[in-house]
């Protein structure tokens, strides 16, 4: 859903894509159920942070099956309204009731909603940001291998693969390489990989090859949300379509992104210190695409917010 860094994620059903295992995220409540037993002490400390947290979780519920009454099931405006509204009275009731307990505990679950929301729609708002930045910046390909020739760039023996998230475009990380490196390996491969709603995805469906000429590839690995992505898998299985490799003789090329916060995006300067400070310490992407790590170069670049 893109609110929150790159984390380890198990999916532990085929057949229901949201029924997933997090163990960041359990972790985290194991430290934060501690955190209030220690913090609370007793079970009668925690009333107010209990009815505020479940009431407020009754009408959030709510909410959300209104929107599957409308969006997913169809039914009309006016039917949806009717029946969700008589458990909004219930809920706004009991939570309104809830509201004279703020101040014995009722503020923690406040807090902790507060947080957690602004640190999930910072990322997201982040993300977009970056992205937005990225696509302006970004060069056609078609236009980059027409100027190749003129630049008598040496092409040295074997394989860079230089993994990227669109399908479209060069990546930034091929125009810092030739920017700064002067070279380029004889085979370029530009590899993106997609995510489907189907649990897995039969082999002979998963890689689409183009030849762009002049040694360049592009390719695209389509995979289920059941299925983990390995990148020298992915590279092994290219042989089929007449593109071999050599793991030995590959290279594969990461970006690494510096923000830099003093930009004119429209996200206020705290959340831009938040989303720099997410995006540094996000899980790593060479051991979260299985690539050995002898054989990745991370090419820096710094970005403007």
């Known amino acids: 859903l893109g609110f929150c860094p790159r984390i380890h994620i198990v999916h532990t059903s085929s057949d229901i894509q949201g029924q997933i295992y997090i163990p960041f995220v359990n972790y985290a409540l194991m430290v934060a159920c501690l955190g209030v037993v220690i913090g609370f002490k007793e079970s009668s400390g925690m009333a107010g942070a209990y009815g505020i947290a479940v009431t407020a979780t009754m009408i959030i519920t709510s909410f959300l099956y209104f929107l599957v009454l409308t969006h997913y099931w169809k039914w009309s405006l006016v039917k949806s309204i009717l029946l969700v509204g008589i458990f909004i009275v219930f809920d706004l009731a009991y939570f309104g009731g809830n509201l004279f307990k703020i101040a014995d505990g009722g503020w923690f679950p406040l807090l902790v909603a507060a947080i957690v929301t602004i640190a999930m729609t910072t990322w997201k708002k982040g993300r977009e940001e970056l992205q937005r930045k990225l696509i302006g910046a970004r060069f056609p390909i078609d236009i980059f291998l027409a100027e190749l020739p003129k630049s008598s760039l040496p092409r040295v023996p074997g394989t860079s693969v230089f993994m990227t998230l669109s399908p479209v475009g060069t990546p930034p990380t ?80 990461l970006g690494r992104e510096t923000l830099l916060t003093g930009g004119k995006s429209k996200m206020m ?28 170069v991370e090419l820096g670049t710094q970005i403007e917010l």
Request: zero cysteines; charged letters at 15%; proline letters at 7%.
């Open 269 to 296: 300067r705290w959340r831009k210190e938040v989303f720099a400070f997410m995006s540094k310490n996000a899980g790593n992407p060479t051991a979260y695409f299985g690539i050995p790590a002898n054989r990745v």
């Open 174 to 253: 091929l125009l810092h390489n030739v920017k700064h490196n002067h070279v380029l390996h004889e085979k370029v491969v530009l590899l993106s990989i997609t995510s489907t709603d189907a649990p897995f995805v039969p082999p002979e469906e998963q890689i689409k090859l183009e030849n762009l000429g002049q040694g360049f590839y592009r390719v695209e690995a389509i995979l289920g949300f059941m299925q983990k992505p390995n990148v020298p898998q992915i590279m092994n299985m290219l042989a089929q379509y007449g593109l071999v490799t050599e793991p030995m003789t590959t290279t594969f090329y």
